[in-house]
């Protein structure tokens, strides 16, 4: 198992901003400059799934296996003999907000789906929640 966490703390953001965007899975290329679509198969939800296009890549269904409203969902991506499970957490501590993303790649082929996939989704996290950010903001303005 492989295991790698991205997080950022930022003030004057809530985390009610930040799950307005997060829950907008269809509206997530509107901020993520690396995906062609992004598309939900009914509610955000615990057991929801949507399917997923990056730029290049194929299309991919990913499951909602955890939801908690304005504190964290869990999606999970299935490859063969592996899976990528990509924890997204809101932790609010006296008027800060972390914004933290968990990617950890589980199975036989764990090691070679990281290489394929992992390592470019961690290098991306740093961008992708600044991104994130800047959404929320401006959604919120």
């Known amino acids: 198992m ?11 953001l809530s985390a009610a901003q930040v799950w307005k965007v997060w829950s907008d899975v269809d509206s997530w290329h509107v901020w993520q400059d690396d995906i062609e679509y992004a598309r939900m198969n ?21 499951e909602l296996s955890d939801v908690q409203p304005n504190t964290s969902f869990v999606d999970i ?16 501590r006296g008027g800060a907000l972390e914004i933290k993303t968990t990617i950890r790649m589980e199975g036989p082929l764990a090691f070679l789906w990281r290489k394929i996939v992992g ?13 994130l950010i800047a959404q929320a903001t401006l959604a919120c303005a």
């Open 77 to 92: 991506t299935r490859f063969p003999l592996a899976r990528m499970v990509d924890s997204h957490e809101l932790i609010e």
């Open 2 to 12: 492989w295991t790698q966490s991205y997080s950022k703390t930022v003030e004057g």
């Open 42 to 62: 009914g509610p955000f939800e615990t057991g929801g799934s949507f399917k997923f296009k990056p730029k290049g890549g194929p299309n991919l269904t990913l």
């Open 119 to 131: 390592e470019d989704v961690v290098k991306s996290l740093p961008a992708q929640t600044d991104k």
